[in-house]
Nanobody
Framework: QLQLVESGGGLLQPGSSLSLSCTAS????????IGWFRQAPGKEREPVAC????????NFGDAQKGRQTISRDQAKNTVDLRINRLEPDDTALYYC??????????????????WGQGTQVTVSS
């Protein structure tokens, strides 16, 4: 089973930038549609961004659009998420997820069969 690992979280200042990476050991992420999701305390898991095998992508969330970029680094076997101009509402546990079935992006967590453990992002001054 595909095992995903997220990295790059931490405590960040409002207005700063965040770079997260999702990688898998022993498997290439090129064969999967990869999604980034986040879950804040007391809230449901929500989609952040998604990228297909072919490189098409979607940024979810009105408050996030224009502030974030999702991309693949094939040399490093990672899918990276960058969020600029961080806000306290960006505080959440961020997960990456993989789908081998879908060739398109979807905001539904149930469409992804493999998940990482998550990396905590806290935005606070």
């Amino acid at each position: 089973q595909l095992q995903l690992v997220e990295s790059g979280g931490g405590l960040l200042q409002p207005g700063s930038s965040l770079s997260l990476s999702c990688t898998a050991s022993g498997s290439s992420l090129d064969s999967y549609t990869i999604g980034w999701f986040r879950q804040a305390p007391g809230k449901e898991r929500e989609p952040v961004a998604c990228i297909t095998r072919g490189g098409s992508y979607i940024n979810f969330g009105d408050a996030q659009k224009g502030r974030q970029t999702i991309s693949r680094d094939q040399a490093k076997n990672t899918v990276d998420l960058r969020i600029n101009r961080l806000e306290p509402d960006d505080t959440a546990l961020y997960y990456c997820a993989a789908s081998s079935r879908n060739t398109y992006c979807t905001p539904n967590p149930s469409d992804f069969e493999a998940w990482g453990q998550g990396t905590q992002v806290t935005v606070s001054s």
